[in-house]
């Protein structure tokens, strides 16, 4: 079983930096596809980052660099690092781990960007 409990949320305004985390509970990690996804309101929860076992990440253009997603495979975390945060990246954030052909989700974590 695989717990994973996101953290870092927070209101910053325009232009500004947050560092998401995602603690991986469970056995496994190093082989586990990681995601970050948001879901603003009234809107379907959206990918903005994936990163492989092998370190491989991906972006959307929409977050395409400003956003920059790492894992420590020593201490079975990922990370977020957001940079020159707009108001439309608003939404609540979830880590997601594909791993041993299950799916799992934290709780999420909110970010507010004000204008």
């Known amino acids: 079983q695989v717990q994973l409990v996101e953290s870092g949320g927070g209101v910053v305004h325009t232009g500004g930096s947050l560092r998401l985390s995602c603690e991986y509970s469970?056995?496994?990690?190093?082989?586990?596809?990681m995601r970050w996804y948001r879901q603003a309101p009234g809107e379907q929860r959206e990918v903005v980052a994936i990163?492989?076992?092998?370190?491989?990440?991906n972006y959307p253009d929409s977050v395409k660099g400003r956003f920059t997603i790492s894992r420590d495979n020593a201490k079975s975390m990922v990370y977020l690092q957001m940079n020159g945060l707009k108001p439309e990246d608003t939404g609540v954030y979830y880590c997601n781990a594909m791993v041993g052909g299950r799916t799992y989700w934290g709780q999420g974590t909110q970010v507010t960007v004000s204008s």
């Open positions: 469970g056995s496994f990690f190093s082989n586990a596809i």
């Open positions: 990163i492989l076992s092998s370190g491989s990440t």
